[in-house]
């Protein structure tokens, strides 16, 4: 039931950028993007909601799918900060509360 | 500053001991959520509930039982803890009903079964 994220990890100098994907078998309602830094507790990142709407990150976007059932996470010119792993967490309902995330992907930046 | 908080960082115990984790939330939120992380497999749901006495299985709820009897605390509970136990668990809480707004995560227990 998990989501099916990919690449597992990613390696990037600073000022690269890269793509993160968010694969589910169910249909979506919105997705939800969350941080974890070595140590630290998943932070929050964005919602992407079934019609567009985003509500989240200034300086990362992301796009999402419905009919694919996918979405994707776009980080341009990395910065150092950037590293982490990142999880998906596709909802299938507005009033279906449970989230279950992705097994992650590990982005490291390096100067 | 909103907080979820679990009641220990570290917990050691021995196999076949009854272990409590615990989570308390100050944001009013109606949903909270346990889950356990292991290397590679990312965040696993194990429990969540949505109200005071509401729960729902997540993906792996065997060998864990849970308690929510007041809406800031929800408790995850090891019948008789296990080797393969040992991991990172971790708790969040969001607003519920239509609201799907962001979750809020809790430092995490890292609990070790000897």
């Known amino acids: 039931q998990q989501p099916v994220q990919s690449p597992q990890a990613v390696i990037l100098r600073e000022g690269e950028d890269a793509v993160i994907n968010c694969s589910s078998s169910k249909a979506l309602y919105s997705v939800h993007w969350y941080r974890q830094k070595h140590g630290e507790a998943p932070v929050f990142l964005m919602i992407l909601l079934k019609g567009g709407e985003q509500k989240g990150h200034e300086k990362i976007s992301a796009s999402f799918n419905e009919k694919k059932q996918q979405s994707s996470l776009y980080l341009t010119a990395s910065q150092l900060s950037y590293s982490g792993t990142y999880f998906c967490?596709?909802?299938?309902?507005?009033?279906?509360?449970?989230?279950?995330f992705g097994a992650g992907t590990r982005l490291a930046v390096h100067p | 500053d909103v907080k979820v908080t679990q009641s220990s960082r570290y917990l050691v115990k021995r196999t076949g001991e009854k272990v409590f984790l615990e989570c308390v939330q100050d944001m009013d939120h109606e949903n909270m959520f346990w889950y356990r992380q292991d290397p590679g497999l990312g965040l696993r749901l194990i429990y969540f509930?949505?109200?005071?006495?509401?729960?729902e299985k997540g993906d792996i709820p065997e060998g864990y039982s849970v308690s929510r009897e007041k809406k800031e605390r929800f408790s995850l509970i090891l019948e008789s803890a296990s080797t393969n136990q040992t991991s990172m668990y971790l708790c969040?809480?969001?607003?519920?009903?239509?609201?799907?707004?962001?979750?809020?995560f809790g430092q995490g227990t890292r609990l070790t079964v000897v």
């Open positions: 969040a809480s969001s607003k519920g009903g239509t609201a799907n707004t962001e979750a809020f």
């Open positions: 509930s949505y109200d005071v006495k509401m729960k």
């Open positions: 967490g596709p909802k299938r309902s507005g009033g279906y509360n449970k989230l279950i």
